[in-house]
């Protein structure tokens, strides 16, 4: 079974490696996919280049087998629409289960995605529940949760996709926009992202005004 994150990691921090290692812990597979992309649909561009922003995550990752790196979306040119991936995945997979980790605020926000009907067919969706999150209660989101969800993660290797599992994960409050803002005004950012990254983005002056 594959499991993979989508996200700009602009740059990544602790907020995105930590759940990524509980999902996969969750799951009980080798590793997470942490799945840079390149021209986000729903947001601003990234201030990094994807070649800064893949460098960055493999400045994180090195020492960490539980996660790895798919650059698909930044080697494709045009908007990284998720459906896009999943489809490229697909075929690279067959028939393996296929997981998609999001959090809970872009599971709700799903409805707003490029073709997302295509979605559930393609991968199940493994939804990364902070304390006191909760699932939608109405419209197609909902009913969709009500005849998808599942409780016992084993059942996700039954079947290549279609279903849906809530895990748990840390709350951990970090955003790369503060990180960013930080770096840009002189001040330190450390314990929100490893320090290797920190450092490289120093020495490198990424993110400077």
Not at 5 to 24: K, W
Not at 58 to 71: G, K, R, T
Not at 92 to 98: F, K, M, Q, R, T
């Amino acid at each position: 079974m594959i499991c993979i994150l989508g996200g700009t990691f602009d740059p990544v921090h602790l907020g995105h490696l930590r759940p990524a290692l509980e999902v996969q812990q969750a799951l009980e597979i080798p590793c997470v996919h942490l799945l840079p992309c390149r021209t986000p649909p729903h947001r601003p561009a990234p201030k990094a280049t994807p070649a800064q922003r893949l460098a960055l995550l493999q400045q994180a990752v090195a020492d960490e087998p539980a996660l790895a790196i798919d650059d698909r979306e930044l080697r494709r040119e045009g908007p990284s629409y998720m459906v896009d991936t999943l489809h490229s995945l697909r075929e690279d997979l067959g028939e393996e289960a296929l997981c998609l980790a999001l959090g809970s605020d872009a599971f709700a926000g799903l409805e707003s995605w490029h073709r997302w009907q295509e979605i559930p067919g393609l991968c199940h969706l493994v939804v990364m529940q902070r304390p006191g999150s909760a699932w939608p209660r109405e419209g197609r989101l909902a009913q969709l949760v009500d005849e998808a969800r599942v409780g016992d993660i084993a059942r996700l290797k039954e079947r290549p996709a279609g279903h849906i599992v809530a895990v748990p994960v840390t709350q951990l409050d970090i955003s790369s926009t503060r990180i960013r803002a930080l770096l840009a005004a002189g001040r330190s950012a450390r314990y929100l992202a490893p320090d290797s990254v920190i450092e490289r983005i120093r020495t490198e002056n990424w993110y400077a005004d």
